[in-house]
């Protein structure tokens, strides 16, 4: 008989604990679910003794402690018996002895600080964006920034009917940032003149590292609206920590960025608008082969690092804001900027960047080089063509003979190797065959 493994939404159990109670907790936070007792992790029917006394203690134990109904049914396999609990989705937050659980992924874990404040806003429709901050008055807010979100809109055609308006207020109220003549977070955010005296870490920091990560070179901070902030952060990067390749066509100089400038920019977008304010500020960490960018907060529970390398569904922890950026134009279509960001790498002939999921937040690597030692075992080339390969990248070229010596193999395995690299388009094979064969590096 097949039987299913645990997923997001099923959980195997072989008894039952009173503890698992939280599992139930969690299941309803969420998308609802269904716990087996008396089946082992691989789902296959253990059976329980007391499925009588338990039939009757669930759900009443569920009800008491949890104040939520779930169907407990009995059933057969084998001679042996097993309880299934189907938990449904609720729509307003459950707790467990004053504590919440909610099930993400095949985990349940309890939420606590920001995550349960955000958690209990949206179960109530709401999102941390979008609360009102009595603080906020007129006098916090820039005038040109607005100015700036103006022009924005009306070039990207979508909210031309801004043309002609001069009112501050009233384009904040079209933009949703007020509730009866009160200011929402997000407002401060967007068009404030010192946010992060509102909110701390609403700023970012670029460090850049030498060999290790304890070896900061330098430091910089970017502070103000985060409407305006990623082309600054863009604006930094390029004047003080890119050092442009430069290459002439004909009499003409090229200045070549390092890294595909519309790659970095929507990476510093989704980084200002997706992240959690309540948390630490946005990271962005140099070093001479890569840069890495992290902001605090985890994806939706329904996302994972893979779905975001194909199409799908945009669920913005700040849909205010998002919605912001994208009345100004400066974001496409949500749900796309990540695929756009691994576009981009690959136009310019880049590795694909890297997601992760990394100290509570999520962080992207996007690499400078194709062809470092890390790059290259990637790709799944042996330790004797890697050396090769930096070889002929510091050399800009290299020999069958002088592979032969670099890799200490025959004439006959060294032809097939460079075969192998020269159909991946990293070398170039020259005219001549035999030992004095040359391949020249593919920049």
């Known amino acids: 008989m097949c039987h299913m493994t645990e997923t997001q939404n099923i959980e195997y159990k072989s008894s039952w604990h009173d503890d698992y109670l939280k599992w139930i907790c969690g299941f309803a936070n969420a998308n609802g679910g269904v716990l087996f007792i008396g089946k082992g992790d691989n789902g296959k029917v253990v059976g329980i003794s007391d499925a009588k006394r338990l039939m009757e203690e669930i759900p009443n134990k569920v009800r008491d402690l949890l104040g939520i109904t779930v169907d407990v049914n009995l059933l057969h396999e084998g001679g042996l018996e097993y309880i299934e609990i189907v938990i449904s989705s609720s729509t307003v937050a459950i707790s467990l002895r004053s504590r919440y659980y909610f099930r993400s992924g095949t985990t349940n874990r309890e939420l606590t600080d920001a995550s349960l404040t955000d958690f209990l806003l949206r179960k109530m429709g709401m999102t941390w964006d979008d609360v009102i901050d009595p603080n906020i008055t007129i006098d916090k807010i820039n005038p040109s920034a607005i100015e700036y979100f103006r022009k924005e809109a009306v070039q990207s055609q979508r909210m031309t009917f801004l043309e002609k308006e001069s009112d501050s207020i009233h384009i904040l109220e079209n933009l949703n940032l007020l509730t009866e003549k009160k200011f929402k977070r997000a407002a401060i955010l967007l068009f404030g003149k010192e946010p992060n005296r509102f909110y701390p870490n609403a700023y970012a920091k670029i460090g850049r590292f030498g060999k290790s990560d304890t070896e900061l070179l330098s430091q910089e901070i970017i502070e103000g609206n985060i409407l305006q902030m990623p082309d600054q952060i863009l604006e930094v ?52 082969d ?94 004797r063509q890697i050396k090769a390969v930096l070889y002929a990248k510091r050399k800009g070229v290299i020999t069958n003979k002088e592979y032969q010596i670099i890799a ?34 593919h920049k």
Request: hydrophobic share 35%; proline share 4%; charged share 25%.
């Open 237 to 288: 990067l390029e004047k003080k920590y890119f050092v442009n390749q430069i290459s002439y066509e004909g009499l003409h100089r090229k200045e070549t960025s390092p890294y595909p400038y519309e790659a970095i920019r929507e990476v510093l977008i989704n980084a200002v608008v997706h992240r959690d304010y309540m948390d630490s500020f946005v990271q962005i960490s140099i070093y001479d």
């Open 408 to 441: 200490d193999v025959k004439k006959t395995t060294a032809t097939t190797e460079l075969k192998s690299l020269v159909d991946s388009n990293i070398l170039i094979q020259g005219g001549t065959k035999g030992a004095g064969a040359k391949y020249t590096f």
């Open 290 to 383: 890569k840069i890495m960018f992290w902001n605090a907060g985890l994806l939706h529970p329904s996302m994972s690092l893979e779905a975001l390398k194909k199409k799908h569904t945009s669920r913005p922890r700040n849909p205010v804001l998002a919605n912001v950026f994208f009345k100004a134009g400066l974001v496409e279509a949500w749900g796309r900027g990540t695929l756009k960001i691994i576009e981009e790498c690959k136009k310019h002939g880049l590795p694909e960047p890297e997601f992760a999921i990394l100290n509570g937040g999520l962080s992207v690597t996007i690499f400078k080089d194709r062809y470092t030692e890390e790059q290259l075992e990637k790709l799944g080339f042996s330790k």
